[in-house]
């Protein structure tokens, strides 16, 4: 049925393992195309279900019928998700990553390396020299990798950035973060950070909130902070202190993966990865 995807997600939202404000823009921008008639959705959940739930069987019986013209799942499956028949079909499928583990699957994805150059160029451009920053958690490889290219970064444009200012967090449990920045508000001037840059969404509001919790703290931001923040466009969460808002526009993730489908339903070759670059809320058309 051309115009009708199936938007496919692990599990339902309100499940015990979490969903992230990722998940829910995706979500809220195809709601906001289907509004517009520009094409139709399904939700499909459970794909990281036991075997013996299946609560897939409505995703294994459109893609045996032809009922949709391609696939988006927001992220590999990793449950018994083996018999909804993809290996051996031709339905285009998009994972929403930066890089794809998912046979013949294309990727549509922010590209974080982007993210991170970005945030640390403007922090540079506002004169501040001493830099946090707050990733989302990840594995001791992935973490090396990032915090080294953030340092590489740091280094070029003549910025500090401490072993201690660097943080992590898993962000499904995004209440550990407080902690840590109110630790971090209460270094002498000298030692804390004039810059922060928070990779995740998730971590935003608990991040502000463990700065600002301790009014003998004087740890102003906007003063003696300039905070960039990660935001998935124009789904950004309502934050009462000045934060600088940078990160990918969902609506040009999503148009991306419509045409994509439609490209290789037409016979075409779209491209096996499609990165999207940071932007600021500004430039945001």
Not at 1 to 30: C, K, S
Not at 137 to 148: F, G, K, R, V
Not at 252 to 272: A, D, F, K, S, V
Request: charged share 20%.
């Amino acid at each position: 049925f051309l115009g009708h995807y199936a938007l496919v997600y692990p599990h339902r939202p309100h499940d015990e393992q979490g969903w992230p404000m990722y998940w829910t823009a995706i979500f809220n921008e195809a709601q906001a195309l289907q509004r517009a008639g520009r094409c139709r959705f399904t939700a499909f959940y459970g794909t990281d279900a036991t075997a013996q739930g299946r609560p897939y069987t409505g995703l294994t019986h459109a893609v045996a019928n032809h009922q949709v013209a391609g696939l988006i799942l927001v992220c590999t499956p990793r449950g018994h998700h083996e018999h909804i028949d993809l290996a051996s079909s031709a339905l285009p499928r998009i994972l929403l990553a930066h890089y794809t583990d998912l046979p013949g699957a294309m990727a549509v994805g922010p590209d974080p390396a982007s993210f991170l150059t970005r945030a640390l160029e403007c922090l540079a451009s506002h004169g501040r020299r001493r830099i946090a920053l707050v990733l989302q958690e990840m594995s001791e490889l992935e973490a090396t990798q990032t915090i080294s290219a953030a340092r590489t970064h740091c280094e070029r444009l003549g910025l500090e950035m401490r072993f201690e200012w660097v943080q992590g967090c898993n962000p499904l449990r995004p209440h550990w973060i407080a902690r840590s920045m109110a630790m971090m508000s209460r270094l002498p001037p000298a030692d804390r950070p004039d810059g922060l840059i928070i990779c995740d969404d998730n971590l935003v509001q608990p991040a502000i909130h463990g700065l600002t919790r301790d009014p003998d703290s004087a740890f102003a931001i906007g003063e003696d902070l300039d905070l960039i923040a990660h935001a998935n466009f124009p789904w950004t969460p309502a934050i009462e202190p000045p934060v600088t808002w940078l990160g990918y526009d969902i609506r040009e993730l999503m148009r991306t993966c419509i045409e994509n489908i439609e490209r290789q339903r037409r016979g075409e070759n779209p491209p096996h990865r499609t990165d999207l670059k940071a932007v600021f809320e500004h430039e945001l058309p």
